[in-house]
């Protein structure tokens, strides 16, 4: 398959796919990649991003991010890409970060990841520690706010910590990640609509589960992370 096709900027450009105003700061936007892929991001003080592949029978999405950024792409999926329900969900690595959200799809989508994922999302907080610097430092499997907490899980601290306590949990931390139904162990291939979605373990870069997603022939994302 060629990709023929410059990217197109959606009708009354991207801000129209936010429903804002077209002199307004954008909050979250669409926008093609290369024929049939595309971008999401949400502008947060550090932008969040994902991509997705839109084929003729269903959509293919990496990471969900998180369930109020999925609610808000199944919103503008329906939207913009009409009967074609997202099928699959990649989740890329196990970090809070990315992997949060594919409950919003679990209706219509099977929830990809490397074999790892599943051991990642059971371990111990030393063991499975979120991005940045965060270290279970006293080993209880909890995170205190100052002093084990770093970076991003210090920023998001309290929506985190799900029932207050003051303390985040490895249960809080996965609580909101959807369990894979498929793993696999070096390379996994999803086919949908004549179209492929190459998964492949990236051997421990980042993390242990991390993997890269190749969209058909002329799209690749690597050091996604
Ligand atoms: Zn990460």
């Known amino acids: 398959m060629a990709w023929a096709q410059a990217p ?43 991509v997705f592949l839109v ?14 950024f ?3 792409l199944r919103t503008e999926l329906a939207s913009r890409f009409p009967g074609k329900p997202v099928k699959w969900v990649i ?3 196990y970090h809070w970060d990315h992997a949060r959200g594919g409950a919003m799809f ?12 599943r051991t990642n999302l059971r371990l111990p907080i030393a063991e499975a520690p979120p991005p940045g610097d965060t270290t279970d430092l006293d080993g209880d499997n909890r995170l205190d706010r100052n002093r084990e907490s770093q970076t991003a899980t ?15 949990s490895q249960e809080e ?13 070096d390379e996994y291939t999803i086919t949908l609509g004549g179209q492929h979605a190459r998964v ?22 690597s050091d996604y992370s």
């Open 8 to 50: 197109q900027t959606p009708p009354g450009g991207a801000n129209a796919l936010s429903g804002a105003n077209a002199n307004a700061p954008f909050d979250f936007r669409i926008e093609p990649v290369t024929r049939d892929l595309y971008k999401a991001w949400l502008q947060r003080q550090i932008p969040v991003v994902t």
């Open 173 to 185: 931390l996965v609580a909101d990640v959807r369990w894979p139904g498929i793993v696999f162990t």
């Open 55 to 68: 084929t003729s029978d269903g959509i293919i999405l990496a990471d969900p991010i998180s369930p109020e």
């Open 91 to 93: 989740e890329t690595h």
């Open 106 to 117: 679990a209706d219509t989508a099977t929830v990809l990841g490397h074999e790892n994922l």
């Open 200 to 221: 492949i373990w990236a051997k421990n870069r980042h993390t242990s589960d991390m993997v890269d997603i190749r969209m058909t022939a002329y799209s690749s994302l």
């Open 154 to 168: 210090r920023a998001q601290f309290d929506m985190l910590d799900k029932d207050h306590s003051g303390l985040i």
């Open 70 to 72: 999925s609610a808000r």
